[in-house]
């Protein structure tokens, strides 16, 4: 049986696990983001074109029921237009059951296509964009490293959704420290109200190998962090959202949707704050594995 070839480590969104991954590019493109580890011994490149295809038609007898495919690795909306198309075309030729093909994508990515280009390359099948929000607050970004604005991303994603395209957006919790919780809040709770996603994942930054945060940064504690989702939960007027706090790095489980299930996410992380079995004093126990 022949499977993809994978350059390590190969990055994916949880909810990517089923699906079959293709890398068309390895590293990230952008990779200046303080908090974030993923891509920082990976130079950024992108794979001979022709590689890349012979793989999808080699790859294809042995998954010819599948109908979902991740395209990694950062940000392949960056990738040249008529290339993505190329690749689009070419999964949909070799995969007669696929449904959907998703990749990461930043805003800038996204707004560098016209709406034709979007059009047509949602027609292909490109389905879910996921996109590193981080925060609302256009301060913190620039102390992070982020590479683009929360403006820029707030225009990509309604652009984008008006394509007909979904997109996952991820913050973080605690990414702030606890200096700027409370503008990390805010931020995030205005720019998320602006741009209606149609699917949000709230994680927690921990920091990890290759991160190296902005001077004078002071992780939240555990219930810090879970104070902090609370305060931005009460704050969100979300429309039609599916919203998921449930990563390994979160204190306790979270999910539902938005607007319907917002009072008994609020009700569930209250019994939480007064429980008592949230550390106030230190980030708390780090999890197996991220």
Known sequence: MTYPRYVEPVFRPPAEADSLIFQVAYGCPH????????????????????????????????????????????DVMALPFARLRTYLAALNAHYPSLARVNVYANGGSILARSQDELLELRKLKLNTLYL?????????????????????????????????????????????????????????????????????????????????????????????AVEELRHMIAGFELERTVFRANHTSNPAPLAGRFPADKTALLAGLDVLLRSGVLDRRSPGPRPFSL
């Open 31 to 74: 990779n200046s983001c303080r908090f974030c580890g993923m891509y920082k011994g990976v130079r950024y490149r992108e794979r001979d074109e022709e590689d890349v295809l012979n793989e999808f038609a080699a790859v294809a007898p042995a998954f010819r029921s599948e109908s979902r495919i991740f395209l990694a690795d950062g």
């Open 132 to 224: 590193g929000m981080e925060s609302g607050s256009e301060e913190l970004l620039k102390l992070v490293n982020k590479p683009e604005s929360a403006a820029v991303m707030t225009e990509a994603v309604r652009r984008a959704q008006a394509c007909g395209f979904k997109c996952s957006v991820m913050i973080l919790l605690g990414l702030g420290g606890r200096t700027y919780s409370e503008a990390h809040i805010r931020g995030t709770i205005e720019v998320l109200n602006r741009m209606q996603p149609r699917l949000l994942s709230a994680l927690r930054f921990i920091p990890v190998p290759n991160t190296r945060m902005f001077d004078g940064f002071e992780e939240l504690t555990e219930y810090g």
